[in-house]
């Protein structure tokens, strides 16, 4: 029986240690993304920088992310779409410090 636990344990740790190698890969790329999405926003190209945000979220789904994907929306003039990412913002970070800005851009 020993052994046969050992060896559940050792499959367990091999699962989690992949699994925290993709967390690791996935922050890695939402870093390299939020990146490039920041200088493309600090130059106004809002349609290049929403896209980057976007991938930056799909590999590692912060909520920040939907604020800045909101607010590329909101700066392309898609306001329906800004106001959904705020909401979703917001429901998913409701201490959020940034708040009652957010609401107010929302209405």
Do not use: W
């Amino acid at each position: 029986m020993r052994p046969l636990a050992a060896g559940a344990v050792f499959c367990v740790l091999l699962v989690a240690t992949s699994a925290l190698a993709q967390t690791r890969s996935e922050n890695r790329k939402a870093r390299q993304h939020f990146a490039a999405a920041e200088k493309l926003y600090a130059m106004s190209k809002f349609d290049e920088a929403l896209g980057a945000y976007e991938k930056a979220y799909a590999a590692a789904p912060l909520p920040a992310f939907l604020f800045n994907i909101g607010q590329c929306h909101h700066n392309l003039g898609h306001l329906e779409t800004a106001i959904f990412s705020f909401e979703k913002y917001l429901s998913l970070a409701p201490e959020a410090e940034n708040r009652v800005a957010v609401e107010n851009l929302g209405g």
